[in-house]
C-alpha cells in the first residue's frame, strides 16, 4: 500500500495531538507534522510537501478557507481535506470553491478518517453524509435565488458535447476511471477532457467544476 503524508491543522492542541496518534496507528499514513493556524500551515506545507492536510475551519490568525486557498495556489498537488466540528452551508461551500477536495466532521471513526485521507490523496472527494446534504440544499437554494434575478443561460462557454458529458459526471462525484467506463474511453482521454474544461471554465479544479454543473443546472 502506497503511504500517504498528512499534515494536521488546528488551534486546539489536544485536538491537533489526538488525530495524529490515532493517524499514526493506521496502515498506510503516516503524520509529517502538525499547525496551529493556517499561517503556519502554509509555512509547513511548503516545507514539508504532504500529500493530504486535515484542515480546520475556523482558527486565529488565518482561518482553513483562506489558508486553502493560498495552499492549492503555491501547492496544487496538496489535497486539503476540511475536518472540523461546525457544519455550516457557508463554510461547506466556501471551503470547496477555495479549493478542498472534500469536508468531514470530527466524530468521524479513526480507521474511516484514514481511509478518506488516502481516497483523498487518490483523487476522490470526500464528504460527510450530512454535509452533502446541506451542500445540495445550499446550490437549489442558491439556484433559486439567481433565477429570481435573472435567468442564467446554463451554457456560457465554449464546451463540446463529450465535454459536458464528462462535466455532468464530475458533478455526480464519478472518478476519471469511472467515467472512462462510463463513456467507453481510455483514462488519458477523460484526463484531457477535464483539463479542457476546467480551462474553457476557468476553473481550478474538480471541486469547483462540479460546483458550477449544480449552480448552472447541468445535472
Not at 468531514?104 to 481516497?119: F, H, M, N, S, T
Not at 446550490?139 to 462535466?167: F, N, Y
Amino acid at each position: 500500500m502506497n503511504n500517504t503524508t498528512v499534515l494536521i491543522v488546528d488551534d486546539q492542541r489536544l485536538v491537533r495531538e489526538g488525530i495524529a496518534s490515532l493517524l499514526e496507528i493506521q496502515e498506510g499514513v503516516t503524520v509529517v507534522g502538525t499547525a496551529v493556524d493556517g499561517q503556519q500551515a502554509i509555512t509547513l506545507a511548503q516545507e514539508l510537501c504532504p500529500d493530504v492536510i486535515l484542515m480546520d475551519v475556523r482558527m486565529p490568525i488565518m482561518d482553513g478557507v483562506t489558508a486553502t486557498i493560498q495552499i492549492r495556489q503555491k501547492l496544487p498537488d496538496c489535497q486539503v481535506l476540511m475536518l472540523t466540528t461546525f457544519d455550516d452551508e457557508e463554510y461547506i461551500v466556501k471551503s470547496l470553491q477555495a479549493g478542498a477536495s472534500g469536508y468531514l466532521l470530527k466524530d468521524i471513526p479513526a480507521a474511516d478518517l484514514a481511509q478518506a485521507v488516502r481516497l483523498t490523496h487518490a483523487g476522490i472527494y470526500q464528504l460527510d453524509p450530512s454535509v452533502a446534504g446541506k451542500l445540495v440544499g445550499a446550490l437549489q437554494k442558491g439556484g433559486r435565488e439567481r433565477e429570481k434575478e435573472t435567468a442564467v443561460s446554463p451554457i456560457e462557454h465554449d464546451l463540446t458535447g463529450r465535454e459536458l458529458e464528462v462535466l455532468r459526471l464530475i458533478a455526480t462525484g464519478a472518478t476519471n476511471r469511472e467515467i472512462a467506463d462510463k463513456l467507453v474511453v481510455s483514462e488519458g482521454t477523460v484526463k484531457n477532457h477535464v483539463s479542457s474544461i476546467l480551462s474553457a471554465l476557468g476553473l481550478r479544479d474538480r471541486t469547483q467544476a462540479a460546483l458550477y454543473a449544480h449552480e448552472h443546472h447541468l445535472i
